[in-house]
């Protein structure tokens, strides 16, 4: 009997050495800090979350650290000045930090899509764009895109680029409330945005916008030259994460939905009930899917960038004085790791997607 006692308790010490060498064994995750350019986390990260959730992330060796960083103005002077390495930004910003000398590029394509335009509530008065002269018009930021977005638009009806007044009216339920208030007349901003506002009470009516500005890809993942030279596995491994997240948030949304909230809380709607926070976050992820589509921008592999697409966007942002000329459309986005985003099985992914409950 004690010869027994003894043989369990050193197994039993065997067993716990060995799991504690397998945990230590077990390589640790790398942290890749990532700006995203806006006011609040929103179902716009869903990939990360399902990369996170599913492991895509860790078999590569990493982990996210995601932060909400206001304005693409905001976020490229971030990658500027190094802190943090990548961001999740659209192109006019980096056309400026180029003329200033900084080298920064986008190496993933992700809104294949143009995902900006102006809004007005569904009953307003407001057809057109031409109709907003001497309105008020909503933005997340006076540096934001929506911004630019918005005097470009009015200069291609006809107007003067000061022929609106921005306002600054955050985001969703507030951004709703000043809608609804009549203390704005439209919002310039993006298709979350507007799904966000949607939810909030205020059903939202797009002014039509010429068919070449809807055709133009707007945002990818950035980082300074230097820093995607000396981690190129870093950059494609991200890439690749994100490319299975949304492979996976397109063919089951409902589980990348919950996967969000799973890991950040802070982006599940409060005060309603499962049921209307899942329909609510729904909209808001199946417009973003909408515009990562590869046939958005004519394009056949997952963060690839259509070099006629960006010309065609750089071209209409100069021409209408959002950015300055003397950045060739080249030196806005780099196709070198493409390659490597795309080294994962697509169906396999998918299946993963449709069998998951």
Not at 60 to 74: H, M, N, W
Not at 99 to 112: A, D, E, P
Request: proline fraction near 5%; hydrophobic fraction near 45%.
């Amino acid at each position: 009997m004690k010869k027994n006692i003894l043989w369990t308790v050193a197994a039993s010490c065997v067993v716990a050495i060995g799991a504690t060498l397998h945990v230590a064994a077990a390589p640790a995750l790398e942290t890749v800090k990532i700006g995203i350019c806006t006011p609040a986390l929103t179902m716009g990260v869903a990939p990360f979350a399902v990369a996170e959730k599913m492991g895509y992330l860790a078999a590569e060796g990493y982990r996210v650290d995601l932060v909400a960083a206001g304005t693409a103005t905001d976020c490229a002077k971030y990658v500027a000045t190094r802190q943090f390495p990548y961001a999740q930004f659209s192109i006019e910003p980096i056309v400026t930090m180029r003329q200033q000398g900084v080298k920064m590029t986008t190496f993933y394509t992700h809104n294949q899509g143009n995902v900006y335009g102006i809004a007005v509530p569904e009953d307003s008065p407001i057809k057109s764009i031409s109709d907003l002269k001497g309105k008020k018009v909503g933005v997340t930021s006076l540096s934001s895109v929506g911004v630019f977005v918005a005097r470009a638009l009015l200069q291609q009806a006809g107007l003067q680029p000061t022929d609106f007044t921005p306002v600054v009216v955050g985001q969703g339920a507030q951004t709703a409330e000043l809608l609804r208030s009549k203390q704005v007349d439209a919002l310039s901003a993006y298709d979350t945005q507007f799904a966000l506002v949607r939810n909030a009470g205020v059903p939202m009516r797009e002014l039509p916008v010429p068919d070449e500005f809807s055709g133009m890809p707007t945002t990818g993942f950035v980082a300074l030259e230097s820093v995607l030279q000396a981690n190129p596995k870093t950059a494609e491994a991200i890439g690749r994460a994100w490319a299975m997240g949304t492979v996976f948030a397109m063919a089951n949304p409902a589980a990348a939905v919950r996967m969000t909230w799973e890991q950040y809380p802070q982006t599940k709607p409060s005060g309603r009930s499962d049921e209307q926070a899942l329909a609510d976050d729904l909209s808001v992820l199946k417009a973003r899917l909408e515009n990562l589509k590869l046939e958005k921008s004519h394009v056949t592999r997952w963060g690839e960038n259509n070099p006629a697409s960006y010309k065609r966007y750089l071209d209409f942002i100069t021409k209408w004085n959002i950015v300055k000329p003397g950045v060739d459309a080249s030196e806005v986005f780099t196709n070198a790791y493409v390659a490597g985003f795309n080294t994962f099985d697509v169906a396999k992914v998918e299946a993963q997607a449709k069998a998951y409950r």
